[in-house]
């Protein structure tokens, strides 16, 4: 027979054991991250974007974004949504920089889907929605450039750079 304390040291032995792997896999993809901004700060632009991809496939990293939106629909305990902070904000810079990458290596189309996915992350940066405009308004999305630069406003009513645009669109 297992008493119930028995039964509770294991699942308190499964959790502390599923921490650990947490983690490491944190740490794991933190050093993935600052592999890739290495590689990016010295030019090395294939590299770098290998780096940041490898990084974005990370099942921390991957899964990041729909676990904290459960987490936050569930109106679970803020430590569900803490959980996923750090790889959360790994995914958000990785998508970021990976976006000036690709805008940089001529590929508009691609820096403008992965800063649509980086804005998903964080709504709330006005240099993030301007530089979104910018990408939508080069590729001819003219709707979505006004939409991003009226975000961009929003978030910083003082940005002038997002309000000249935003009338030049007018």
């Known amino acids: 027979f297992v008493s119930i304390d028995d039964a509770d040291d294991c699942l308190s032995s499964e959790a502390a054991e599923q921490q650990a792997t947490t983690e490491a896999q944190e740490a794991h993809n933190q050093q993935l991250y600052e592999a890739a901004l290495a590689q990016h700060s010295s030019g090395n632009r294939e590299a770098a974007i290998a780096a940041y991809r490898q990084l974005l496939e990370q099942p921390l990293v991957a899964q990041a974004e729909e676990a904290n939106s459960n987490a936050q629909k569930g109106s679970k305990s803020t430590d569900d949504q803490e959980t996923w902070r750090p790889s959360l904000h790994l995914r958000f810079l990785a998508l970021k920089n990976l976006?000036?990458?690709?805008?940089?290596?001529?590929?508009?189309?691609?820096?403008?889907?992965?800063?649509l996915l980086a804005v998903r992350l964080e709504q709330r940066d006005a240099t993030l929605w301007q530089r979104l405009g910018l990408l939508a308004v080069r590729t001819g999305q003219r709707s979505l450039g006004r939409l991003a630069y009226e975000q961009a406003v929003a978030c910083s009513p003082h940005h002038q750079l997002a309000a000249r645009r935003l009338h030049e669109l007018l």
């Open 99 to 115: 976006s000036e990458l690709e805008e940089a290596a001529g590929q508009p189309a691609s820096a403008l889907a992965l800063l």
